[in-house]
């Protein structure tokens, strides 16, 4: 399987002749995210993971494109209905020929008075986990995490916290494009070592960034 970190916090995973992307939001970057891509999963509906324009443009030039995502982002799309997919926490589910697991319900709290929108995480074949904005910890070993590295409702210590609960063998850093070239460095300090606590590689991939993820 060969990961590629496009933009923000959106990944497209490749395994021969299948590819999936999760979360092309609006902070995607200049690179098509859905070409190529037989499924498309959506973790929540902020715009920084769902674009429903793009993502509405996307399945009009292919009509055999899916999508598999939380409740708010399925009613957003109900209009197209079977190719939406509502999906839930411990779903267990093919898609493209991934095996795809569900985690995870809420989005982590972003207003003391307000409750928090749906969103779901997904383990894809069993290899790599996207949390989406929720710091969730599947039910299963996790070898390769998309770690959030910056939001406005994580602290450095969520990200050391999180690393610990997870053990993941590696973990690419993602969630990261609001930083300028300083929080990029200081969210990557704080990443590695992390990483070298738990005696593991974690790391930030730049946009555009294709890694193999072969087991060590």
């Not at 590819?19 to 902020?46: F, K, M, N, S």
């Not at 443009?57 to 509502?86: C, F, I």
């Not at 969520?158 to 063998?169: F, H, M, Q, S």
Request: glycine letters at 10%; hydrophobic letters at 40%; proline letters at 7%.
């Amino acid at each position: 399987m060969r990961l590629t970190k496009l933009g923000h916090a959106c990944v497209r995973l490749t395994e021969d002749d299948r590819t999936l992307v999760i979360d092309p939001g609006g902070l995607t970057g200049d690179a098509d995210p859905y070409a190529g891509a037989q499924a498309v999963l959506i973790t929540h509906e902020h715009f920084d993971h769902f674009d429903a324009d793009g993502l509405r443009a996307a399945m009009a030039a292919d009509p055999a494109l899916e999508v598999w995502t939380s409740r708010a982002v399925a009613e957003n799309l109900a209009d197209l209905g079977g190719r939406v997919h509502q999906v839930g926490h411990e779903d267990a589910l093919t898609v493209a020929g991934f095996d795809v697991h569900v985690y995870g319900e809420d989005h982590e709290i972003m207003h003391p008075d307000l409750p928090p929108v749906p969103n779901v995480g997904f383990l894809v074949d069993g290899e790599v986990f996207h949390p989406g904005d929720a710091l969730t910890v599947p039910g299963e070993p996790v070898p390769t995490l998309c770690l959030p590295g910056n939001a406005p409702w994580m602290r450095a210590v969520d990200l050391y916290e999180y690393a610990r609960a997870v053990r993941p063998e590696r973990a690419f850093a993602v969630h990261d494009g609001l930083l300028n070239d300083v929080g990029l460095s200081v969210m990557e300090r704080v990443l590695t070592g992390a990483g070298e606590e738990l005696g593991r590689e974690f790391r930030r991939v730049a946009p555009g960034t294709t890694v193999d993820l072969a087991r060590p």
